[in-house]
């Protein structure tokens, strides 16, 4: 019971956008030798990126611009937000895996309406170079991320989230508006933006390709069982099935 709870709550806040990208990107300015060990090791050298405006880069690694460092982030977000979507396959029972994605498909469209509401009004447009100002690369962030998270959605849960979304005018609209801005945005790359590509040819944003198949929907699961390497189901899956009690209130 905790354990839905708890997962509940986490993909709440990984679709909520309040993700720490934002707040990273600073902490590692200011955090001088401090800085993340791991991203560089070079990073020591230079104290901070005094100068972003020219992207004059050194062509090292040392001086990443701060889009290239975004872009970092938003990477590994992404792994996060991939495992948190491929766990929801594992949540509760249908009807509760049905609550839980309309409960997200909601909190992530409300998000992403939001962010094109405030990007409009700080006046940026879809293809603008990433942003000085953090304000507004936070409402970048969230248009990317959200649309990222709903790519993973409706390609590992497709059943369920075409129920919600083919009947959402408006979801449908403000998609895609944000897969035009995240194709302009330059920060999906490699597997990134594969799954835009996908995920637009899932939703028909743009046609399909002859070749298409979603192996996770269930209509193809009967032709050719999809096997995805999952770790090893855990006892707790017995007694979860048996026990459902997550209700309304509680997600
Ligand atoms: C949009 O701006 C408002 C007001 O600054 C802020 O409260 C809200 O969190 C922003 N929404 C998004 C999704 O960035
Ligand atoms: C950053 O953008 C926000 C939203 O457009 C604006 O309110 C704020 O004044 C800007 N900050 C700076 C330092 O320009």
Known sequence: MYFHIILAAAFLFV??????????????TAAGGETESESSGLDSEKSEESVPSTGEASGSQVNLSPFEKYKRLFNEHRSRQLEAVKSILNFGDEKQRYELINVMLKQLFK?????????????????????????????????LENTAMFGDMVLRLPDLVHDLYDR?????????????????SGAFEGPNEQLLHLMAQEVGIIAMDPNYVNPFKAANQKKKRYEEPAKPAKKKQKKIRRGPRLSHSEL
């Open 168 to 184: 959402q005018r408006e979801w449908q609209l403000l998609l895609a508006w944000s897969y035009g801005f995240c194709t302009q």
């Open 15 to 28: 679709v909520s956008g309040e993700a720490d990208i934002p707040a990273d990107m600073h902490s590692s």
């Open 111 to 143: 998000t992403i309406e939001q962010a094109k509401v405030n990007l409009t009004m700080s006046g940026f447009l879809p293809g603008d170079p990433f942003p000085e100002n953090d304000t507004v690369r936070d409402y970048v962030s969230k248009v």
